[in-house]
């Protein structure tokens, strides 16, 4: 069994920034990547970001190419999301998830194919 609990949500103004820690515990768990979703109230789980744990490979949404940029750090089993020049869009509830295997055969932008999830933080950014 895996853990992950987010952190670092709050209410800030748009062009601000804010940054997010996920930190994964458990008795014993294997990572290949962890990634970041986030939802709006009446909508699915979008991808905003994924790591692979081993090589350090990123891979963004477009929406927030450019302006975030996610981080991990192997010895505390966290996961980081530097979100800057935030946007009223932007606001929703945030998720981090890990997946214990690689994505072969598997859709890697769908929360659905990771093992498991954190309950979220929110972020809320006014114009």
């Known amino acids: 069994q895996v853990q992950l609990v987010e952190s670092g949500g709050g209410l800030v103004q748009a062009g601000d920034s804010l940054r997010l820690s996920c930190a994964a515990s458990?008795?014993?768990?294997?990572?290949?990547?962890m990634g970041w979703f986030r939802q709006t109230p009446g909508k699915e789980h979008d991808f905003v970001a994924r790591?692979?744990?081993?090589?350090?490979?990123?891979k963004y949404a477009d929406s927030v190419k450019g302006r975030f940029t996610i981080s991990r750090d192997n010895t505390k089993n966290t996961v980081y999301l530097q979100m800057n020049s935030l946007k009223p869009e932007d606001t929703a509830v945030y998720y981090c998830?890990?997946?214990?295997?690689?994505?072969?055969?598997?859709?890697?932008?769908?929360?659905?194919?990771?093992?498991?999830w954190g309950q979220g933080t929110q972020v809320t950014v006014s114009s």
């Open positions: 790591i692979q744990w081993s090589s350090g490979f990123t």
């Open positions: 458990g008795r014993t768990f294997s990572t290949y990547a």
């Open positions: 998830a890990l997946r214990s295997r690689d994505y072969r055969g598997v859709n890697p932008n769908l929360i659905s194919n990771y093992d498991y």
